[in-house]
């Protein structure tokens, strides 16, 4: 029988116990900041952060790397008392890096070893790039080459370094994660250090000069003839017309598109007729014309790509993107392209996107030194395959910024370019998944909710390649299965629309 005596000591030493292990955990997180523990690397603080808000306790590290001249990548570390052995590597958004917790909060809290850096610039304003050039007026190359590329790798290398020394034992899986700019460093890593990760998950990425180019292009069809701008009055005229003539044709009437590519309405159907004037009911004709060129894309005459089509279905994005809002009164697609291309290409804030000419300016465009650390187009991700890696694609069907139809010519061009060096189908390795009316990243009409890194877990680690990731969408029942190009979810013909058991994955028409 056991005493109240025995109870309290007992009790006691399970106190002290776990006093000893905090202890013990706090002496271990000081220990991170022993001078040469991590190559080029200058450990700044490590704290212990006590367990809260859902989150287990961890010890945070933050460091500085200096693996080339005048580089200075900054690396927030975060290593859970209750790990699961992997490690997590996580990507930034817009021009900035990302350093915050509740973008490691989620994988922290499923015990990941997670790490995000500033890119290797101080500045925190996602469409701002005021640190991309010098005092002269040049590009500041090494900052160029850490937001392109290098702080992406170095997140591998002051990681597992960091995971190494504090737990006493490596990894044993290594990821990435990241959307828009955070997927376009995935996309840098598979081309470029393949070693670097098992499993990469590359979400919108923003990858290509296209982006750019269409950025600044789809303003100009708004605000380089005059009367063609839309107000924001018409955008819902619009977006109603297109879902009036196209929800339907995927079999089930759910408010978005499931494949805007079978839809060809015409924006005539809506322009104002004799003695009409343009406003909420209707469209004049240089307004009807200029949605008209956004759906076409551009392509200049010697072949060069300046704009994907605009996918119909995703119109209720057109006011922040290009109609504007009182923080960007030109729209966020011509500042976010127009910023850009300023910096990178002019090397000139002052400059005014809207001069660009896309015909005599989209070659060297494509040639700015910028290219060769930002622009992750090679297809050629063999080393990366050979040696296991997995590397899922994804993008919302209704993103209006980057477009899914660049990151679909990226996923053709690997198949192409990998599949005769290996001796399996490639998409036993790469794999796209295209989220139907969703927007850049999240957002959107279309089911925005999904655990990418479940998928590539049980890819990597159970060799259960992904056929079908449940979508959900808040304040809503909705589920639908996003499903691997070139298939596409498809009512099967009974039972509720709202259950993703009653959607396959089917093949798409058109598939582009």
């Known amino acids: 029988m056991t005493t109240r005596r025995q109870t309290v000591a007992a ?68 290593l859970p008392l209750d790990w699961n052995g992997k490690f997590l590597a996580l990507g930034g958004s817009g021009f900035a890096g990302d350093t915050k917790l509740e973008t490691a909060a989620p994988a922290l809290a499923r015990g990941y070893a997670t790490i995000g850096t500033n890119m ?156 009409q004037t343009a406003g909420a009911a209707c469209l004049s004709p240089e307004q009807a014309g200029a949605v008209r060129k956004l759906y076409a894309g551009y392509v200049t005459p010697d072949g060069l790509t300046v704009s994907d089509p605009t996918l119909r279905g995703g119109e209720s994005d057109w006011v922040m993107r ?62 990366f395959v050979k040696r296991g890696g997995k590397l899922l694609l994804w993008h919302g069907f209704n993103d209006s910024g980057p477009s899914a139809l660049q990151t679909l010519q990226y996923y053709k061009a690997v198949e192409a370019t990998v599949g005769p060096q290996i001796d399996a189908p490639v998409t036993d390795s790469v794999r796209y998944f295209l989220a139907p009316g969703v927007g850049h990243c999240r957002g959107g009409a279309g089911p925005d909710r999904f655990d990418m890194l479940t998928a590539l877990e049980n890819w990597v680690e159970k060799g259960e390649a992904p056929e079908r990731i449940i979508a959900s969408k808040a304040d809503s029942p909705m589920t639908r299965p996003l499903c691997p190009y070139p298939t596409i979810a498809t009512y099967k013909g009974s039972g509720d629309t709202n259950d993703a058991a009653n959607f396959a994955c089917a093949p798409m028409s058109p598939a582009e």
């Not at 002290?16 to 220990?31: F, V, Y």
């Not at 370094?161 to 006493?168: E, F, P, R, S, T």
């Not at 910096?343 to 030194?369: N, R």
């Open 322 to 383: 290009f109609v504007g809002i009182p923080p960007l009164p030109k729209g966020l697609n011509v500042h976010f392209g127009g910023v850009a291309t300023a910096y990178l290409y002019k090397q000139d804030p002052d400059w005014d996107p809207l001069t660009f000419d896309p015909d005599t300016e989209m070659a060297k465009l494509l040639g700015t030194k910028a290219t060769d650390y930002m622009i992750p187009t090679d297809p050629d991700i063999a080393p």
């Open 11 to 78: 009790g006691l030493a399970l106190v002290l116990a776990a006093g000893t292990a905090q202890a013990a955990l706090a002496a271990d997180c000081a220990a991170l900041m022993q001078p040469g523990l991590v190559a080029d690397t200058t450990v700044t603080a490590a704290r212990d952060v006590a367990a809260a808000d859902g989150l287990p306790a961890y010890c945070e590290v933050e460091a500085v790397n200096a693996s080339a001249p005048g580089s200075q990548i900054v690396t927030v570390t975060r």
């Open 120 to 275: 290797g610039h101080g500045g925190t304003e996602s469409l701002g790039m005021d640190w991309m050039i010098t005092e002269k007026g040049q590009l500041n190359e090494v900052v160029l080459a850490d937001f392109g590329e290098r702080a992406a790798h170095v997140s591998a290398v002051v990681g597992k370094a960091l995971v190494a020394a504090h737990y006493g034992r490596p990894q044993t899986h290594a990821y990435w994660q990241g959307c828009s700019t955070g997927g376009r460093q995935g996309m840098t890593e598979t081309q470029r250090h393949p070693d670097d990760f098992d499993g990469v998950i590359a979400g919108a990425p923003v990858f290509s000069w296209v982006l750019y180019s269409q950025s600044i292009q789809r303003a100009q069809v708004f605000r380089n003839t005059p009367g063609a701008l839309i107000t924001a009055e018409q955008v819902p005229l619009i977006r109603d017309a297109v879902i009036a003539a196209c929800d339907a044709v995927d079999g089930v009437k759910d408010g978005y598109l499931t494949n805007p590519l079978a839809c060809t309405w015409d924006p005539a159907e809506i322009e104002c007729e004799a003695g």
